[in-house]
Protein backbone atom coordinates (compact mmCIF):
# COMPACT_ATOMS: atom_id res chain seq x y z
CA UNK A 1 0.00 0.00 0.00
CA UNK A 2 1.37 3.25 -1.02
CA UNK A 3 2.39 5.80 1.74
CA UNK A 4 1.56 9.26 2.07
CA UNK A 5 3.79 11.79 1.41
CA UNK A 6 3.22 15.25 1.82
CA UNK A 7 4.13 18.58 0.50
CA UNK A 8 3.77 17.66 -3.29
CA UNK A 9 6.12 20.29 -4.16
CA UNK A 10 8.47 22.97 -1.98
CA UNK A 11 10.38 25.73 -3.30
CA UNK A 12 13.94 26.97 -1.25
CA UNK A 13 16.28 29.53 -1.23
CA UNK A 14 19.65 28.10 -0.69
CA UNK A 15 20.29 27.71 3.41
CA UNK A 16 16.81 27.46 4.11
CA UNK A 17 15.16 24.46 5.58
CA UNK A 18 12.38 21.94 4.63
CA UNK A 19 10.62 19.21 6.19
CA UNK A 20 9.09 16.14 3.80
CA UNK A 21 6.41 14.13 5.43
CA UNK A 22 5.53 10.63 4.89
CA UNK A 23 2.94 8.44 6.44
CA UNK A 24 1.50 4.68 6.39
CA UNK A 25 -1.41 3.40 7.42
CA UNK A 26 0.26 -0.31 8.01
CA UNK A 27 2.66 -1.12 10.62
CA UNK A 28 6.19 -0.81 9.51
CA UNK A 29 9.37 -2.64 9.14
CA UNK A 30 11.78 0.26 8.16
CA UNK A 31 11.73 3.84 6.00
CA UNK A 32 13.57 4.42 3.02
CA UNK A 33 14.76 8.17 1.69
CA UNK A 34 15.70 8.44 -1.73
CA UNK A 35 16.35 11.10 -4.09
CA UNK A 36 15.92 11.46 -8.21
CA UNK A 37 17.55 13.81 -10.64
CA UNK A 38 15.79 14.39 -13.57
CA UNK A 39 16.30 11.60 -15.99
CA UNK A 40 18.83 9.70 -13.53
CA UNK A 41 18.00 6.67 -11.10
CA UNK A 42 16.62 6.79 -7.71
CA UNK A 43 19.95 7.09 -5.19
CA UNK A 44 19.81 5.94 -1.78
CA UNK A 45 19.95 9.00 1.26
CA UNK A 46 18.72 6.69 4.30
CA UNK A 47 17.19 3.86 6.01
CA UNK A 48 15.27 4.21 9.31
CA UNK A 49 14.93 0.69 11.13
CA UNK A 50 12.14 0.01 14.04
CA UNK A 51 13.78 0.75 16.60
CA UNK A 52 15.30 3.90 16.14
CA UNK A 53 18.26 3.02 14.45
CA UNK A 54 19.49 5.02 11.49
CA UNK A 55 21.85 4.37 8.40
CA UNK A 56 22.80 6.99 5.92
CA UNK A 57 24.78 9.55 4.57
CA UNK A 58 25.29 13.35 3.53
CA UNK A 59 24.56 16.02 5.86
CA UNK A 60 20.27 14.92 5.71
CA UNK A 61 18.97 13.86 8.48
CA UNK A 62 15.24 12.29 8.70
CA UNK A 63 12.81 10.76 11.48
CA UNK A 64 11.15 7.80 12.24
CA UNK A 65 8.00 7.45 14.71
CA UNK A 66 6.64 4.03 14.64
CA UNK A 67 3.80 4.79 16.85
CA UNK A 68 1.96 6.85 14.26
CA UNK A 69 3.94 5.07 11.23
CA UNK A 70 5.28 8.56 10.18
CA UNK A 71 8.60 9.21 8.87
CA UNK A 72 9.84 13.21 8.18
CA UNK A 73 13.24 13.86 6.04
CA UNK A 74 14.52 17.14 7.34
CA UNK A 75 16.59 19.48 4.39
CA UNK A 76 18.78 22.08 6.50
CA UNK A 77 20.25 24.48 5.26
CA UNK A 78 19.53 23.85 1.66
CA UNK A 79 22.28 23.53 -1.11
CA UNK A 80 21.39 23.95 -4.87
CA UNK A 81 22.70 20.05 -5.16
CA UNK A 82 19.25 19.26 -3.13
CA UNK A 83 17.01 19.55 -5.88
CA UNK A 84 15.40 16.69 -7.06
CA UNK A 85 12.62 14.72 -6.27
CA UNK A 86 12.42 12.98 -2.89
CA UNK A 87 10.67 9.87 -2.36
CA UNK A 88 10.26 7.76 0.69
CA UNK A 89 9.65 3.88 0.69
CA UNK A 90 8.04 1.99 3.28
CA UNK A 91 8.89 -1.88 4.49
CA UNK A 92 6.99 -4.47 6.00
CA UNK A 93 9.73 -7.00 6.81
CA UNK A 94 9.81 -8.19 3.44
CA UNK A 95 12.58 -6.38 1.71
CA UNK A 96 9.24 -4.74 -0.63
CA UNK A 97 9.62 -1.04 -0.93
CA UNK A 98 6.26 0.55 -1.73
CA UNK A 99 7.26 4.04 -2.76
CA UNK A 100 5.66 7.27 -2.07
CA UNK A 101 4.31 9.57 -4.46
CA UNK A 102 6.73 12.22 -4.36
CA UNK A 103 7.72 15.45 -3.19
CA UNK A 104 9.98 17.97 -5.53
CA UNK A 105 12.43 20.07 -4.39
CA UNK A 106 13.72 23.25 -6.35
CA UNK A 107 16.39 25.17 -4.63
CA UNK A 108 17.34 28.48 -5.87
CA UNK A 109 20.29 30.71 -5.76
CA UNK B 1 26.88 -0.59 -2.45
CA UNK B 2 26.22 -2.90 -5.48
CA UNK B 3 26.75 -1.75 -9.61
CA UNK B 4 24.37 -2.47 -11.56
CA UNK B 5 24.76 -2.41 -15.28
CA UNK B 6 21.43 -2.04 -17.38
CA UNK B 7 20.44 -2.08 -21.35
CA UNK B 8 19.13 -1.15 -22.84
CA UNK B 9 18.98 2.58 -22.18
CA UNK B 10 16.21 3.84 -24.27
CA UNK B 11 14.42 1.70 -27.12
CA UNK B 12 11.51 2.60 -29.00
CA UNK B 13 9.64 -0.48 -30.40
CA UNK B 14 6.67 -1.08 -32.63
CA UNK B 15 3.14 -2.56 -30.75
CA UNK B 16 2.89 -6.40 -30.57
CA UNK B 17 6.62 -6.80 -29.96
CA UNK B 18 8.66 -7.98 -26.58
CA UNK B 19 11.57 -6.00 -25.31
CA UNK B 20 14.34 -8.11 -23.09
CA UNK B 21 16.26 -5.28 -21.03
CA UNK B 22 19.02 -6.61 -18.69
CA UNK B 23 20.41 -6.17 -15.63
CA UNK B 24 23.87 -7.05 -14.74
CA UNK B 25 25.00 -6.97 -10.51
CA UNK B 26 28.57 -6.82 -9.87
CA UNK B 27 27.93 -8.61 -6.90
CA UNK B 28 26.34 -11.70 -5.68
CA UNK B 29 22.67 -10.51 -4.54
CA UNK B 30 20.06 -12.38 -3.51
CA UNK B 31 16.91 -10.70 -4.69
CA UNK B 32 16.67 -8.23 -7.22
CA UNK B 33 13.89 -6.01 -7.70
CA UNK B 34 11.97 -4.53 -11.24
CA UNK B 35 10.20 -1.61 -10.81
CA UNK B 36 7.79 0.72 -13.35
CA UNK B 37 7.97 4.61 -13.18
CA UNK B 38 5.57 6.30 -15.73
CA UNK B 39 7.42 9.96 -16.24
CA UNK B 40 6.55 12.34 -13.32
CA UNK B 41 5.43 9.47 -11.63
CA UNK B 42 6.36 7.36 -8.74
CA UNK B 43 8.11 3.76 -8.59
CA UNK B 44 5.80 0.72 -8.96
CA UNK B 45 7.18 -2.80 -8.13
CA UNK B 46 6.07 -5.06 -10.47
CA UNK B 47 8.03 -8.11 -9.47
CA UNK B 48 10.82 -9.62 -7.30
CA UNK B 49 13.36 -11.74 -9.16
CA UNK B 50 14.84 -14.41 -6.88
CA UNK B 51 17.40 -16.79 -8.03
CA UNK B 52 16.39 -20.50 -8.21
CA UNK B 53 12.67 -20.23 -7.63
CA UNK B 54 9.94 -18.19 -9.97
CA UNK B 55 9.69 -14.41 -9.97
CA UNK B 56 6.59 -13.29 -7.47
CA UNK B 57 4.35 -10.43 -8.79
CA UNK B 58 2.55 -7.90 -7.49
CA UNK B 59 -1.00 -7.18 -7.84
CA UNK B 60 -1.50 -5.78 -11.73
CA UNK B 61 1.65 -7.55 -12.91
CA UNK B 62 1.60 -10.97 -15.06
CA UNK B 63 4.01 -13.38 -15.67
CA UNK B 64 2.46 -13.78 -19.48
CA UNK B 65 3.11 -9.91 -19.99
CA UNK B 66 6.77 -9.84 -17.53
CA UNK B 67 7.90 -13.00 -17.54
CA UNK B 68 11.33 -12.69 -15.33
CA UNK B 69 14.81 -15.10 -15.53
CA UNK B 70 17.20 -15.00 -12.99
CA UNK B 71 20.15 -17.28 -13.91
CA UNK B 72 22.58 -16.46 -11.47
CA UNK B 73 22.69 -14.38 -8.45
CA UNK B 74 24.43 -11.53 -10.07
CA UNK B 75 21.91 -11.55 -13.82
CA UNK B 76 18.24 -11.40 -14.73
CA UNK B 77 16.22 -10.13 -17.12
CA UNK B 78 12.55 -8.52 -17.56
CA UNK B 79 10.64 -9.66 -21.08
CA UNK B 80 7.96 -6.77 -22.10
CA UNK B 81 5.76 -8.47 -23.95
CA UNK B 82 2.94 -7.95 -26.82
CA UNK B 83 3.43 -4.74 -25.81
CA UNK B 84 1.04 -1.36 -26.35
CA UNK B 85 1.58 2.12 -25.73
CA UNK B 86 0.42 1.98 -22.49
CA UNK B 87 3.61 0.03 -21.67
CA UNK B 88 5.37 3.25 -22.66
CA UNK B 89 7.63 3.88 -19.04
CA UNK B 90 10.98 3.61 -17.37
CA UNK B 91 11.92 0.06 -16.27
CA UNK B 92 14.35 -0.48 -13.24
CA UNK B 93 15.87 -3.07 -11.81
CA UNK B 94 17.10 -2.71 -7.96
CA UNK B 95 19.16 -4.48 -5.51
CA UNK B 96 20.05 -3.92 -1.99
CA UNK B 97 20.84 -5.26 1.22
CA UNK B 98 19.02 -3.78 3.60
CA UNK B 99 18.95 -3.21 6.52
CA UNK B 100 23.03 -2.24 6.47
CA UNK B 101 22.14 -0.53 3.06
CA UNK B 102 19.31 0.71 1.31
CA UNK B 103 18.68 0.04 -2.39
CA UNK B 104 20.42 0.54 -5.86
CA UNK B 105 18.72 0.95 -8.98
CA UNK B 106 19.90 1.01 -12.59
CA UNK B 107 19.68 3.17 -14.71
CA UNK B 108 16.60 2.43 -16.24
CA UNK B 109 15.41 1.68 -19.60
CA UNK B 110 13.16 4.65 -21.36
CA UNK B 111 10.56 2.23 -23.03
CA UNK B 112 8.38 4.27 -26.16
CA UNK B 113 6.03 1.63 -27.78
CA UNK B 114 4.87 3.13 -31.14
Known amino acids: QQPVQSPQAVILREGEDAVINCSSS?????VHWYRQKHGEAPVFLMI?????EQKGHEKISASFNEKKQQSSLYLTASQLSYSGTYFC??????????FGAGTTVTVRA | SAVISQKPSRDICQRGTSLTIQCQVD?????MFWYRQQPGQSLTLIAT?????????ESGFVIDKFPISRPNLTFSTLTVSNMSPEDSSIYLC???????????FGSGTRLTVV
Open chain 1, 89 to 98: GTERNDYKLS
Open chain 2, 94 to 104: SVGKPPDYGYT
Open chain 1, 26 to 30: KALYS
Open chain 2, 27 to 31: SQVTM
Open chain 2, 49 to 57: ANQGSEATY
Open chain 1, 48 to 52: LLKGG
